[in-house]
């Protein structure tokens, strides 16, 4: 599976973003799909997770309420929409897929390269 992810640049604090994460060589219903973020000089964290079926969901509490996960399975893709973002938001965000809906990275089978979303104070 390759997953290539979008959508990330410099905003403002308090703006929004959509990120986009598109999967290739197998069918994306066949996985739970997530997100992760690294800051520079910081471990890899958890940000939010879709089931294959989209009715189950999580988030790390820094992401509740303001970033939403979903997912299109006809276009093998999963969306994260960040709003009210904040500088420690900065960050290279990182689509992963696995069999399981997770917060542990290690659960995780297939990861992009990442998106870099900077956010101005």
């Known amino acids: 599976v390759q997953l290539v992810e979008s959508g990330g640049g410099l905003v403002q604090a308090g703006g929004s973003l959509r990120l986009s994460c598109t999967a290739s060589?197998?069918?994306?219903?066949?996985?739970?799909m997530s997100w992760f973020r690294q800051a520079p000089g910081k471990e890899r964290e958890f940000v939010a997770a879709i089931s294959p079926d989209s009715i189950l969901t999580y988030y790390a509490e820094s992401a509740t309420g303001r970033f939403v996960i979903s997912r299109d399975n006809a276009k093998n893709t999963v969306y994260l929409q960040m709003n009210s973002l904040e500088p420690e938001d900065t960050a290279t965000y990182l689509c992963a897929v696995g069999r399981t809906t997770s917060r542990r990275s290690g659960r995780y089978d297939y990861w992009g390269q990442g998106t870099e979303v900077i956010v101005s104070s």
């Open positions: 060589g197998r069918p994306a219903s066949d996985y739970s």
